[in-house]
């Protein structure tokens, strides 16, 4: 039988304000156990919510961003479960009346050797608090409960059951982490639990309309756990189905060194929580004004740049996605291609997408951090342009400059000159070396006369291993050919 796998995301991001949600408690990571747990969120006798507007300016910047509908009345609930390290035995969250309702999120990833666009649609985002956290180790078989980030607020997106693989899943994962940072509403560290995941998967037969049972895989907190989680998972299930198993409702977790899913617990539904409207928390009321306020201080959003780096500086869609994926990224390319002149946006891209990129993941450096500025690199770029250097050399003043750490825009001319790395253009030093070349190298000359033009490479290569990579590699072509024909 031929299966198909049904995945939908529910991806928990921490908002990046300086206290929490209801109270005034800061939410620094790493600080001391219980040394940022106020009254409020220790859920003590008389003490009362009172909502934090940074929060709620998020939440409308995140609606904006996917094209939602920003709700002017939203209700806060009470979701009853009781967890030792949810104090008041509640979490304060969201349901009937989330804050932002639909909208969608487009984004491209390859299937099969092409770039495809996918658009997912979604649910609903929400505004709720995160709960404490319960520790179990170094406490002499005892467990500890640390309340920090109890009341942290937290987006709740929720995206519709309309992922059909795990290359999909992150690929939807990987565009909402960097829409949500480029947004400024989250920091987007998956390390310190800013960005979770949890992934319903289940399967169903081929072209039946009924979804299967699904199992929800909780605190995903990398792609590639993603991604393994959802295979793991899809083949349990299709194993279990085969086998005349029956999938059951639950909430599982991966672990990644068994490479295996295990249940956690069996899966509520809405009804169990028992929802119903706090009490302590008047309805969220959200004006126009409010709305078209937040709308002013929006950045220009990824999609819409892609759109104008294919239009204005000719990229491919491919590349327009890359350069896109991080805010920081693409200010850094607007920067050098206004430095270097729109005729180098392709190479710009080049090297951002190649050795910039190759260089940053290997020194584990960010780009907003890196030792080569925009205007360093557009200047080397122009010496490709112009001739100075070809695209070989390149890269040894690339590293040049990388190890250098110096601001000086004419790093690229210095270190030219300095090491001697100027390309050989002078007609008379290239006719010497082909000549050369041409002497020494009897039987590739005779292949090439004999029609086998894949010759010409060991000749172009002896010539450039002769001028020690710095000939003109296109007049030193040319020179060749115009020499064998002759």
């Not at 939807?172 to 400024?184: D, E, N, Q």
Request: charged letters at 25%; proline letters at 5%.
């Amino acid at each position: 039988m031929e299966w198909e796998v049904v995945i939908g995301l529910e991806n928990h991001v921490q908002l990046t304000t300086e206290s929490k949600i209801f109270s005034g408690s800061p939410i620094k990571f790493g600080a001391e156990p219980n040394t940022q747990a106020s009254a409020v969120d220790l859920a003590l006798p008389g003490v009362l919510p009172v909502m934090n507007k940074q929060a709620v300016d998020r939440a409308i910047r995140f609606g904006l961003a996917v094209g939602a509908k920003v709700a002017p009345q939203s209700v806060f609930a009470r979701k009853n479960y009781f967890y030792p390290d949810l104090p008041k035995g509640y979490q304060i969250s969201q349901f009937e009346d989330p804050v932002v309702q639909g909208g969608s999120l487009t984004f491209g990833y390859e299937k099969d050797g092409e770039f495809v666009t996918k658009t997912v649609n979604l649910t609903r985002a929400h505004l709720e608090e995160d709960a404490g956290k319960s520790l179990h180790e170094d406490y002499h078989g005892m467990s500890g409960i640390d309340l920090n980030r109890a009341g942290t607020p937290l987006l709740e997106i929720v995206s519709e059951p309309e992922i059909r693989s795990a290359a999909e899943a992150v690929a939807y994962a990987k565009a909402l982490h960097s829409l949500v940072m480029w947004l400024g509403v989250c920091d987007g560290n998956m390390q310190e639990g800013s960005f979770r995941c949890d992934v319903n998967v289940s399967v169903r037969p081929k072209g039946q309309k009924e979804f299967g049972t699904r199992c929800e895989i909780k605190n995903l907190n990398s792609f590639r756990f993603i991604e393994e989680a959802v295979h793991v998972e899809v083949r349990r299930q299709i194993e279990l189905i085969e086998d005349g198993g029956k999938v059951v409702q639950a909430t599982r977790l991966y672990d990644p060194d068994r490479k295996e899913t295990r249940e956690m617990r069996s899966k509520e539904d809405a009804q169990d929580y028992r929802y119903f409207p706090d009490p302590d928390l008047p309805p969220l009321m959200i004006s126009q004004q409010w709305i078209d306020e937040v709308k002013a201080t929006m950045p220009e959003l990824p999609g819409a740049m892609r759109a104008r780096f294919v239009s204005e500086y000719a990229l491919p869609e491919y590349d327009a996605l890359v350069l896109t994926q991080s805010k920081a990224m693409a200010t850094y390319f607007v920067a050098v291609v206004d430095k270097a002149g729109k005729e180098n946006a392709k190479a710009a891209a080049n090297w951002l997408m190649g050795d910039v990129s190759s260089t940053l993941n290997r020194e584990n450096v960010d780009i907003a951090d890196a030792p080569v500025t925009p205007a360093q690199l557009a200047g080397m770029l122009k010496r490709i342009a112009d001739g100075t250097i070809s695209n070989k050399i390149a890269k040894e003043v690339f590293a040049a400059m990388w190890e250098a750490k110096s601001a000086d825009e004419n790093l690229v001319d210095t270190i030219i000159e300095a090491k001697g790395l100027k390309q050989i253009s002078d007609t008379g030093a290239l006719e010497a070396i082909v000549n050369d070349v041409i002497a020494a190298n009897a039987k590739s000359v005779e292949q090439y006369r004999a029609g086998k033009e894949a010759a010409i490479n060991a000749l172009i290569g002896q010539a450039m291993k002769a001028s020690r990579g710095k000939a003109n590699p296109a007049q030193l072509t040319e020179l060749l050919k115009a020499k064998l024909a002759g």
